[in-house]
């Protein structure tokens, strides 16, 4: 059996949060249900340090991560079936897939207490960042509609008329 993966045994950046973010979002993944283990020999990654390989994240403890990234890989994983979920990965970039994972991750940096500027860092997200936070920060929520189509949560006329949590509240973290 493997040690569990902890912030303090990983290297993180500091630009984004360092240790104390990454200190945050872990245990809130293993809380949903998402599990984040070591490289060790797969390589199969689409971010340094990063990769998404039979639904779990894996990461390379001595690359400097964004923790920012924990959540939005976390994103493409929760978004799928419970049934595809067992066998994701490694991510084909895919314009759905990342709109999806994006507003899921935004949704997740609130309670892992991750400022958007943590989230939607500089070093990601092919020179978007500025243009999501805004995005984001104004209630556009690229991606989120998806979401509702998961059942995961509701747009605003259906919160209110049904009773339901509005995005960036998720009725559920796992499709």
């Known amino acids: 059996m493997t040690t569990p993966v902890t ?19 872990l245990p809130f993944l293993e809380e949903i249900g998402i599990e984040v283990d070591w490289i060790g020999a797969h390589k199969e990654q689409l971010l340094d340090g990063l990769a998404i390989v039979n639904g779990r994240i894996l990461i390379d403890p001595d690359t400097p991560v964004w ?39 935004y949704a997740a940096s609130l309670p892992c207490e991750l400022p958007m500027k ?11 960042s ?24 509701a747009d605003l006329r259906t919160a209110l008329a049904e009773g339901l949590p509005a995005f960036p509240s ?3 973290w796992l499709r």
């Open 7 to 25: 912030a303090p045994a990983c290297t993180w950046r500091d630009e984004g949060g360092g240790e104390a973010a990454a200190a945050r979002i």
């Open 67 to 105: 923790p920012g990234d924990l959540l939005h890989e976390a994103g493409h994983i929760a978004a799928v079936t419970a049934e595809d979920r067992k066998t994701l990965g490694p991510i084909v970039a895919d314009p759905t897939d990342e709109m999806v994972a994006i507003a899921w991750s």
């Open 118 to 128: 943590h989230l939607f860092h500089n070093g990601g997200y092919r020179g978007d």
């Open 130 to 153: 500025a243009k999501l936070a805004t995005s984001f920060a104004t209630g556009h929520y690229i991606g989120a509609p998806m979401l509702g189509v998961y059942g995961m949560t």
């Open 170 to 172: 998720l009725s559920r």
